[in-house]
Nanobody, 122 residues
Framework: VQLQASGGGLVQAGGSLRLSCLASGSNLNIKTMGWYRQAPGKQRELVATVTRITRGNRNNYADSVAGRFTISRDNTKNTVFLQMNSLKPEDTAVYYC??????????????WGQGTQVTVSS
């Protein structure tokens, strides 16, 4: 399984960016896709996740981004998106996408993308 993230860049405070992450592989059974970020000198932290459930998806957000960021996924294309609005300088970080994939025995595996830089100027 490979994850390819895109959409990072430089934006002014108050602006918006949209990140995308495509998961590729054979017969993917992806339960959860998500975004994490790591700022210089800090630990990687959860930003948002979207979990496939019986009826639709369940979204989860870090308190610091709730109300400003929206996560979504296209299961037909194994793609997760992160719409980031009202960006703040403290959102500056490398953003990593993540996927939890089940094999035929329902054992879960976690995969990471390569990261995309988001820089918010004040």
């Amino acid at each position: 399984v490979q994850l390819q993230a895109s959409g990072g860049g430089l934006v002014q405070a108050g602006g918006s960016l949209r990140l995308s992450c495509l998961a590729s592989g054979s017969n993917l059974n992806i339960k959860t896709m998500g975004w994490y970020r790591q700022a210089p000198g800090k630990q990687r932290e959860l930003v948002a996740t979207v979990t496939r459930i019986t009826r639709g998806n369940r979204n989860n957000y870090a308190d610091s981004v709730a109300g400003r960021f929206t996560i979504s996924r296209d299961n037909t294309k194994n793609t997760v998106f992160l719409q980031m609005n009202s960006l703040k300088p403290e959102d500056t970080a490398v953003y990593y996408c993540n996927a939890e994939v089940a094999d035929v025995t329902s054992r879960m595996y976690v995969y990471w993308g390569q990261g995309t830089q988001v820089t918010v100027s004040s």
